[in-house]
Nanobody, 126 residues
Framework: QVKLVESGGGSVQAGGSLRLSCAAD????????MGWFRQAPGKEREGVAV???????SYADSVKGRFTISKDNAKNILYLQMNSLKPEDTAMYYC????????????????????WGQGTQVTVSS
């Protein structure tokens, strides 16, 4: 059973940084791509960043150069380092995965992704 548990959200001023963590079960972590997605109030869910099982990464244009997705293989934890945060980054952030599609497909079509964590709130004030 896929298990994803996010942590690390919070409130920060514009220009600040946060690091999100997602603890995954060992099988999921080792065999599936994993990614970060977000949904702001009144907006559609969007892909933020994904990392494949081989370590290759892809990012939404809106976060390129500011966010970094990475994995800690010793701890089975997925990270999202967020720097230079902007008010428009305010959203609920979710860790997700799905073996039925590629990481790139998921980034573009997040509503098709099947396995989600509970989410962690990120609020950026101006």
């Amino acid at each position: 059973q896929v298990k994803l548990v996010e942590s690390g959200g919070g409130s920060v001023q514009a220009g600040g940084s946060l690091r999100l963590s997602c603890a995954a079960d060992e099988y999921t972590y080792s065999n599936y791509w994993m990614g970060w997605f977000r949904q702001a109030p009144g907006k559609e869910r969007e892909g933020v960043a994904v990392i494949d099982s081989d370590g290759s990464t892809s990012y939404a244009d809106s976060v390129k150069g500011r966010f970094t997705i990475s994995k800690d293989n010793a701890k089975n934890i997925l990270y999202l380092q967020m720097n230079s945060l902007k008010p428009e980054d305010t959203a609920m952030y979710y860790c997700a995965t799905d073996v039925r599609m590629t990481a790139i497909q998921a980034l573009g079509f997040p509503d098709l992704v099947g396995y989600w964590g509970q989410g962690t709130q990120v609020t950026v004030s101006s």
